[in-house]
């Protein structure tokens, strides 16, 4: 098989010749070629791509999934509020070889101001960027397109996602600043519903733009689901204020023919029988804190399970460590078929090279399935 046939035959819960290697890949690109967060995010594209590929080779060319250089364009292009975006946060680069952008999270956004968004919309909330930038990931949406078709249809690997949404709620947790949206939850329920009633017809259409605009052999829908999970909100709040708006995702997503890939950062556990409730479609729980093992019981005979080798582990512990993890990964989750060996949500940029290759060489020792 290749790595695309081997990709999607676990996603359709069946076994593969061997379990699917596909950690999530974003700035350790950088790390590993060898270039700073600066030239990786800043520079020019063609070099972002370049370090992809020399990652992809430094392995062994044994990687199942890649993943566009994503960091650049939440950066400077993502007009529709989402957890990131250049549009309403500043960023922070480093300039350093084993580091990643980041954010900085400054509440924008007052409940007072629902009013006026209903009014005017989103864009009275973004900030000044030069027009040079935008222009520039504009021009880079066509070199994603060169990115698909050599990754997808010359080398057959899949590729992460072109595609993203994010649940109304939240969303407004990184424009209202986690202490404000966690008091607005409580005290002003209605307030918070109906705001998302109103964002989630721009966020769906934000998507199926994303969408037609896309050539991707894999089909794979984004879904960020990382503060409203059990870690941040109670059951009650994600029934009324996360679950009614995810359904509509997965119902366009399912429409289109396209897979949901559920990005779990958190913790999840507590909320699985919820996801038993989702219409019948194709799925992968991308999980990182949650109980995989107990995801694997649960939802296993429906869902695609995918993880889950955490950052902490990635970065401080030993080889041996790792591989041993993997291999009851493995033995556990990859029982019958239905599961992708991954990182929990992506690859610590600063990982050690070979424990990255310890992921990779327990999944090509263990993940062989029987003939």
């Known amino acids: ?22 950690p999530l890949m974003d700035y350790y690109y950088a790390n590993c070629a060898g270039i700073t967060a600066k030239e990786y995010v800043l520079g020019d594209f063609k070099t972002a791509m370049d370090a992809v590929k020399k990652t992809y080779w430094r392995h062994g060319g044994d990687l199942d ?26 960023l922070k680069v480093p300039n350093s070889i084993g580091g990643s952008l980041q954010f900085i999270e400054e509440p ?17 909330l973004w900030r000044p960027l030069p027009l040079e930038k935008v222009r520039k990931t504009q021009i880079e949406f066509l070199q994603i397109l060169d990115f698909v078709e050599y990754w997808e249809n010359k080398m057959n690997v899949p590729l992460y996602t072109l595609t993203a949404n994010i649940t109304p709620l939240e969303t407004l947790s990184y424009l209202c ?6 008091r607005y939850i409580h005290k002003y329920p209605e307030k918070m519903k109906e705001m998302c009633d109103f964002m989630i017809k721009g966020l769906l259409a934000n998507d199926l733009f994303l969408k037609k605009i896309a050539r991707s052999r894999s089909k794979h829908s984004y879904v960020c689901l990382e503060r409203v999970s059990a870690s941040f909100i109670s059951p009650k709040i994600f029934e009324e204020l996360v679950f009614p708006y995810l359904k509509q995702i997965v119902t366009m997503n399912n429409r289109l023919g396209y897979i949901n890939l559920f990005h779990m950062d958190t913790d999840w556990t507590p909320f699985f029988e919820y996801f038993l409730e989702l219409p019948k479609g194709r799925y992968i729980l991308h999980l990182e804190n949650s109980d995989i ?15 889950n080798v955490n950052s902490t582990l990635q970065k401080l512990g030993t080889p041996k460590q790792i591989e041993d993890y993997c291999k009851r990964l493995i033995e ?18 600063d990982a050690p090279f070979e424990n990255v290759q310890a992921i990779i060489n327990a999944g090509k020792k263990y993940g062989v399935y029987r003939k």
């Open 1 to 22: 098989m290749n790595s695309m046939e081997r990709f999607h035959t676990a996603v359709i819960l069946k076994e593969p010749d061997r379990v699917p290697i596909a």
């Open 293 to 307: 093992f107990k995801a694997k019981e649960m939802l296993g005979d429906r869902f695609c399970i995918m993880g």
């Open 108 to 124: 924008i956004l007052d409940i007072s101001e629902f009013d006026l968004i209903y009014e005017e919309g989103f864009s009275r």
């Open 177 to 182: 600043g986690i202490q404000k949206w966690s």
């Open 65 to 90: 999934m890649v993943h566009i250089p994503i960091g650049r364009v939440y950066a400077f292009f993502e007009p529709i509020p989402a957890a990131h975006s250049g549009f309403y946060s500043p």
């Open 332 to 349: 556990v989750c990859g029982e019958g078929g239905g599961f992708i060996l991954s990182s929990g949500c992506e690859i610590a940029s």
